[in-house]
């Protein structure tokens, strides 16, 4: 009888993969982060913060400006240049001798401004709220960083919960198969009246409640399926199966003080925090150099287009600008205080994010020992199973126990499988949320 169990879910395992490709583990982690979506994001975000500060960064260089404007005077500029304007001379006298008026014509004429402008004071600002803008691209890194760990353990979890899945749907397929038989049984008994009427109803129900198990397993595979198969980025309608966990779990040996040093160490929350709480500072900083006037070097050209040829073609300069704001009511100093009070409240994230991060991996661990203890004992219990069908069986053989009694403990083993199946499921995936709590890539 346990042959011919172990017999049947080979068979059923065989004619899965017969329908469908294998997905290893290790291939499906590869597959996500290669193609998951919120992976992807996450790394357009990186790239969107280096455009950023790329473009940021461009305001440390000269400034370079056009203005050009073409028109027609609605009216006619008129001056008059007076007598004498330009001097009185001895043998001459006044200059011009009299009043001359100037008119220019009305037609379409032309402005060309241009400027080159190279800041020299803000360049100090502008390189803080730089160093700003490259702990924010961290930040995306970091942030990157945790979603690719985020979406190897959600693969991880799905993958032994599909295993324990197709684990108890092959328990429960044996399940139906048996209780069949005790139905087919009960009704030659009931037929022979060797048995009673709600004998045979008994084994009706048991029967039914068994299918829909079945029913229940076999939706809850496709819905996870789907579900992994959308953490890959691909067609959620891709059919696969899994590898059986044959590998033997061994009881876990951690160093805990050395695990929550790594976990410090590794974790992108705590570097989020603290990265963050550089942001801060550099942030106060700029806002304090926002104190130091704005200091240019500039050269300005203006060029007239078509106007009288009594009118300079242009002008050009060279010079230092300032702009200043000495008085702002105090704008200034509360931006300031508002920095200030963003320093504290990340410093006090920084430190929080610490102690929640070694309480995650003490409990990671504790879970991690409790999984094992579980599967230890599901293992005695699938061996205490495997020898009570056959002692049962070696009874049936000598007619000192009946069929039923048989088949009653053969699916007792189907259920210790199972569960030996759901314990290492959970073993493995609270070994995974383990390294999920180190901070560990992969």
Request: net charge negative.
């Amino acid at each position: 009888m346990a042959k011919g169990l172990a017999g049947s879910l080979v068979l059923f395992l065989f004619g899965l993969c017969l329908g469908a490709e294998e997905l290893p583990l290790d291939q499906a982690v590869q597959l996500a982060l290669q193609h998951n979506v919120d992976i992807a994001n996450s790394t357009l975000d990186v790239a969107k913060a280096k455009d950023r500060a790329s473009a940021f960064r461009t305001l440390l260089f000269p400034k370079l400006s056009l203005y050009a404007l073409g028109a027609e005077q609605l009216v006619p500029v008129t001056f008059t240049i007076g007598a004498g304007t330009f001097g009185n001379f001895p043998i001459i006298g006044p200059f011009p001798p009299k009043n001359v008026p100037f008119t220019t014509p009305v037609q379409p004429t032309g402005f060309l401004v241009g400027s080159v402008a190279q800041p020299l004071s803000s360049i100090y600002r502008r390189r803080l709220n730089l160093k700003a803008l490259d702990f924010s691209t961290q930040l995306d890194q970091e942030k990157a960083r945790s979603k690719r760990q985020d979406v190897v353990r959600n693969v991880k979890q799905l993958y032994y919960n599909i295993e324990q899945v197709q684990s108890s749907l092959v328990a429960t397929q044996e399940t139906v198969r048996l209780y069949k038989e005790v139905e087919r049984l009960t009704n030659d008994y009931v037929l022979k009246q060797t048995a009673l009427e709600s004998e045979l109803l008994q084994a009706q129900a048991t029967l039914a409640d068994a299918e829909q198990s079945e029913l229940v397993l076999s939706n809850q595979e496709a819905k996870q399926k789907e579900q992994l198969n959308d953490l890959l980025g691909r067609d959620v309608l891709t059919d696969f199966t899994v590898t059986r966990m044959d590998e033997e779990a061994s009881n876990p040996v951690i160093d805990l003080v050395a695990a929550r040093k790594k976990a410090l160490a590794q974790r992108p929350e705590i570097q989020q925090a603290r990265l963050k709480t550089q942001q801060s500072e550099e942030e106060l900083r700029g806002k304090k150099a926002e104190y130091i006037p704005d200091i240019s070097a500039e050269f300005n050209s203006i060029t007239l287009l078509n106007f009288s040829s009594y009118l300079p073609g242009g002008t050009y300069s060279v010079g230092v600008s300032l702009s200043w704001e000495p008085f702002d009511w105090g704008r200034k100093r509360n931006e300031i205080a508002e920095k200030r009070d963003s320093v504290t409240q990340d410093k006090n994230t920084e430190q929080s994010a610490q102690r929640k991060v070694i309480m995650d991996i003490d409990d990671k661990y504790r879970q991690l020992q409790q999984s094992w203890s579980k599967l230890r004992a599901a293992k005695i219990s699938q061996k205490y199973a495997l020898e009570n069908l056959r002692v049962n069986k070696d009874q049936y053989e000598v007619q000192a126990t009946l069929l039923k009694v048989v088949f009653q403990a053969e699916t007792t083993l189907a259920q210790a499988n199972s569960d030996y199946q759901h314990g290492l499921a959970d073993y493995w995936s609270a070994k995974a949320e383990f390294e999920h709590a180190l901070g560990e890539d992969q």
